[in-house]
RNA sequence: GCCGAUGUAGCUCAAUGGUAGAGCAAUUGAUUUGUAAUCAAUAGGUUGGGGGUUCAACUCCCUUCAUCGGCUCCA
């Protein structure tokens, strides 16, 4: 008999028995062999010592592997449920995959995890590394398992079973004295689960419902050394320092107030500038792309709602209405009804489409206490609204502009990764089937005409229209959604939208709903936190700050700013009588992008010396040159 | 909303059930300074709100509000 094993880099190994993926590691090299976690046999993965008994292509994963990370860290999750097994027994166990940044593990326990049991649990997990225990994988019938998990009185992993076809074989892994239904695949030794830290809990409700009953998770995550560990803690410490309330806080940007009430923004003079000079960016490239700008009201009477079934729909997200002479009014959740009226108000020829109406609209949705963070999801919020109005001919293009001019414009404020999401059609979704495909074709043909890679969301639409998501990751690697262009098959129909076509006679047009960066709240969050404060020089409330080394230079250092301020920069002048020194680190903290130094030497030669933030010293030159050089990192 | 943690001066944090404190910031004064903190004085508090236990509560209990970390939901 003989075995040939091709590896990744195409070279072939020939045994002339069945080997194990391990001992195949272990022909390769003993390090790769120490390193791997798991592999991959004809693109199935598998555990380091399943036995390759026929020709195979063989790829083995270490830790540096998304694969490998995953496998590392689901094993680590059960390594968690055994210790929790052994130190709290009437605990039952549920589910624990790895996540992006770790893994988890959810029990049903009636009290919490507090921080000692947390510490106790890391301590049992280190003992049973030390024991060695071997992952070992079984196989069983559905029978055979139903039958070991329930002597084990372990209900939920028999609710899992259940959703399992009867003639399915089912795995299960079992380290020690813990055996846990799972697919697999497992490092094959607890001693390969080297630094551990068990992170947070949190309650998680069972299979994600709200009506089911709220189990217990444990956070944690694992590595192959300390140093990793080490550094990812202090990857979440870093990443502390860039969270966008902090920043906040620090640069005197915005604010919440208990007596106002939650949810709702305070923007500070500071954040009032740059969300000033973001809007205006935004407007100018809206009209360079044809939008046309509205103003509409934040309120509207109830028959609004019911015409455009918010009140059905999105009661949830609504406040109660204001009553005005017998009238009942609600502040708005979205802009969308008001766009339509705007459109509504004339009749439209095929030949005006498609109307592009764009506006910076404030809309206030209920949110339920516990969702509400920081900027991030707030109860009153500006969206950078547009509906786009057109034909079914022009929807194509219409998309692919879309998504282009989306793209760009988030660029345009430095971000580079992008997480792009398409989502089709739901159960209980409105409109024909045949506009939804032609829609979420749409979507999905500009999507790959530009080269763009995108998950697909299956059913992940909205009740009225396909759509596309794009989401910017925060601080802590928590993505957070901007842009969404979605299509709407709901409304057009409910307001009765048309335009004349060349036939002469009146079609519904389609129209899209569409918002770049999401909510100004939101993408000012995301922007803060992106650039850890150090936001780029035209979006810097305070660009130079000119500080006059004592007082004798208070008059040239104001003159300075006069001509500063005359070519467009955003100046001030701190004229405090402290030392220089002081000033500067002021400065710095405040992260204005550039300071200007002017002493006596500066003021007899009509120089400055100037200053950038985190670089330091650039020298003294002409006030001019000074200009150009703060203006080229514009 | 649910599970848990937290809430003390503008900010960051102290204080066994026994007179609420520090640093920074602020104010006033002195200092006139050369690339990340000059010195001194002053002022600042119903310890988130309400209730209770106690001779005595920042500390213990109840309740409520907010924030933080998750879950569910979402721009």
Known sequence: MNISVTLPDGSIREYDKPVSALAVAEDISP?????????????????????????????????????????????????????????????????????????????????????EELLQIEKRMHELCAQALPYTRTEL????????????????????????????????????????????????????????????????????????KMLKRIYGISFPTNKELNEYMLFLEEAAKRDHRKLGKDLDLFSMNDEVGPGLVLWHPN?????HLIESYWKEEHLRKGYKL??????????????????????????????????????????????????????????????????????????????????MRVRGFTQDDAHIICTPEQLDNEV?????????MLK??????????????????????????????????????LGLEYSVDEGGGAFYGPKIDIKIKDAIGRA???????????????????????????????????????????????????????LPIWLAPTQVMLIPITDGQLDYANELMERMQQSGLRCEIDPRSEKMGYKIREAELKKIPFMCIVGKNEAANGQVTLRQHTKGDLGTMDLDTAIATINSHA
């Open 141 to 212: 019938s559905k029978a055979e398992a139903i039958k070991l998990f329930s002597d084990m009185g372990e209900s939920y992993k028999l609710e899992l079973l259940d959703a399992i076809p009867d003639a399915d074989i089912i795995s299960s892994y079992r380290q020690g004295d813990f055996v846990d239904l799972c697919r697999g695949p497992h490092v094959h030794n607890t001693t390969k689960i080297k630094a551990i830290k068990l992170l947070k809990t949190s309650g998680a409700y069972w299979r994600g419902d709200e009506k089911n």
């Open 400 to 408: 692919e502009k879309l998504i282009v001019f989306s793209l760009d």
């Open 412 to 449: 345009h404020f430095g971000f580079k990764d992008f997480m792009i999401y398409l989502s089709t059609q739901p159960e209980g979704s409105v409109g024909e089937k045949e506009d939804w495909d032609k829609a979420t074709n749409s979507l999905a043909a500009s999507l790959t005409k």
């Open 271 to 275: 954040g009032a500038m740059i969300r």
């Open 31 to 115: 390090r790769l062999a120490d390193a791997s976690v798991c592999a991959e046999l004809d693109g199935k993965l598998i555990d380091l010592n399943h036995i390759i008994d026929h020709d195979a292509t063989l790829v083995l994963h270490t830790f540096k592997s998304e694969a490998g990370k995953e496998t590392y860290w689901h094993s680590t999750a059960h390594l968690m449920a055994q210790a929790v097994k052994q130190l709290f027994p009437d605990v039952l166990v549920t589910i624990g995959p790895a996540i992006e940044q770790g893994f988890y593990y959810d029990f049903d326990r009636d009290a919490s995890f507090t921080d």
């Open 294 to 375: 509205v103003y509409t009201p934040h309120v509207g009477r109830s028959n609004l709602w019911e015409t455009s079934g918010h009140l059905g729909f999105y009661n949830e997200s609504m406040y109660s209405p204001m009553e005005v002479e017998g009238q009942d009014y609600y502040i708005k959740p979205m802009n969308c009804p008001f766009h339509i009226h705007i459109y509504n108000a004339n009749h439209h020829s095929y030949r005006e489409l498609p109307i592009r109406l764009a506006e910076l609209g404030t809309v206030y949705r209920f949110e339920r206490s516990g969702v509400l963070h920081g900027l």
């Open 480 to 534: 957070w959604q901007c842009t969404t262009i979605q299509f709407d098959f709901n409304l057009p129909k409910r307001f009765n939208m048309q335009y004349i076509g060349a036939d002469n006679t009146a079609h519904q047009p389609f129209m899209i709903h569409r918002a770049v960066l999401g909510s100004v709240e939101r993408f000012f969050a995301t922007l803060l936190e992106y650039h850890g404060g150090n």
